[in-house]
């Protein structure tokens, strides 16, 4: 195959999928057991420093910050991000200094709310590098090659495009039509955080509502955990097995976290918590407000059941509950500056 252009941005998770094949081979067990563990145990077992690390959900969607704040909890170093849809997690993570470099499809801002401070500050002081750029659906197709077993998806997605020049795709010359397509690298992340509605002990997760791109990445990354708000009987995952996105066989750790989205939305439970959200952006525009909010939410929380009470307890999730229902309106900083 005729290589024509290259981009310029750092290959990072990419293997040989026959050596892939076989690190799966070797470290995966097909074995039906019980997966439940706590949380820190999973970080300690599973997350390791320099790990290429993905987060699931997308946007302030289902995202798993028990890990999030976990992971800098323990002082996780020099982690990689795939940035696919970072916004919530990737601001905390880059801000507390367990990330420094990400590969980034839409990072460095949260959305209606305004743009991330603190990673964004870390990337303009050199403390976080952006290796390299791609596409929403860019991502998407490198987790979806992992999950295949093929080194690359071809596509015309970026081609011509500044996206391009700074990823690390290829382009090469189609053999049939003689025209340029890009190739697009597979990705396995060595670790991927899930959180789901429910989950059994095996790790067979349901997810109710859109499944972004969890299905792609979950089988292709090495290492799976998940959160879930509730762990039920395997029975219950059986009533309705299609639901169930996430099979026990790739998940290696399952740990029941109630409102562990927080403060990201859980779809059909509770709403984003705009306040505590607003929070995080007003204090981080400073790297002592930065320390501060790291020092009250997570170095002094025990657990992140802890960080719940002192977040505002039974009150503020019956609240975020009753938002999502509609039962009550919404309060959030950026509705107020309007």
């Given at each position: 195959m005729e290589m024509l252009e290259q981009g310029r941005g750092e290959l990072i998770g990419w293997h040989d999928p026959d050596e892939n094949r076989r690190w799966v081979l070797e470290n995966k067990s097909r074995e039906l057991r019980d997966k439940r563990m706590s949380v820190p145990q999973a970080v300690r077992e599973f997350v390791h420093d320099g790990d290429y690390l993905a987060m699931g959900g997308f946007g302030h969607i289902r995202v798993a910050m028990a890990v999030v704040y976990e992971i800098i909890r323990q002082r996780r170093q020099h982690l990689v991000l795939a940035g696919k849809t970072a916004v919530h997690d990737a601001d905390l993570l880059i801000g507390s200094g367990c990330v420094d470099r990400i590969e980034v499809a839409y990072a460095f801002a949260q959305e209606l709310r305004g743009l991330s401070p603190a990673s964004r500050r870390a990337v303009e002081s050199g403390a976080c590098r952006v290796v390299g750029e791609i596409s929403n659906a860019g991502y998407q197709w490198r987790f979806l090659a992992g999950m295949l077993g093929v080194p690359f998806i071809p596509s015309r997605n970026m081609l011509g495009s500044?996206?391009?020049?700074?990823?690390?795709c290829k382009v090469a010359r189609d053999p049939w039509s003689g025209k340029p397509v890009c190739l697009i690298p597979a990705a396995y992340p060595d670790v991927a955080v899930f959180h789901v509605p429910r989950c059994d002990m095996y790790g067979n997760a349901q997810i109710d509502g859109i499944l972004i791109m969890d299905w792609e990445l979950a089988r292709a990354a090495r290492r799976v955990i998940i959160t879930a708000e509730e762990i039920v009987a395997h029975e219950?995952?059986?009533?309705?097995?299609?639901?169930?996105?996430i099979p026990f066989y790739v998940v290696d750790a399952v740990c029941e976290v109630p409102f562990g989205a927080h403060p990201t939305t859980m779809p059909y439970l509770y709403y984003f918590d705009e306040e505590h959200i607003g929070e995080w952006l007003d204090v981080s525009k400073t790297p002592?407000?930065?320390r501060d909010y790291l020092d009250r939410y997570v170095y002094n929380m025990s657990d992140f059941a802890a960080y719940l009470e002192h977040i505002g307890g039974a009150t503020k999730r019956a609240y975020l509950e009753d938002v999502e229902h509609l039962r009550q309106p919404l309060r959030a900083p950026w509705l107020q500056k309007k």
């Open positions: 500044d996206t391009f020049t700074h990823s690390a219950v995952i059986q009533e309705r097995p299609w639901l169930t996105a002592e407000g930065t």
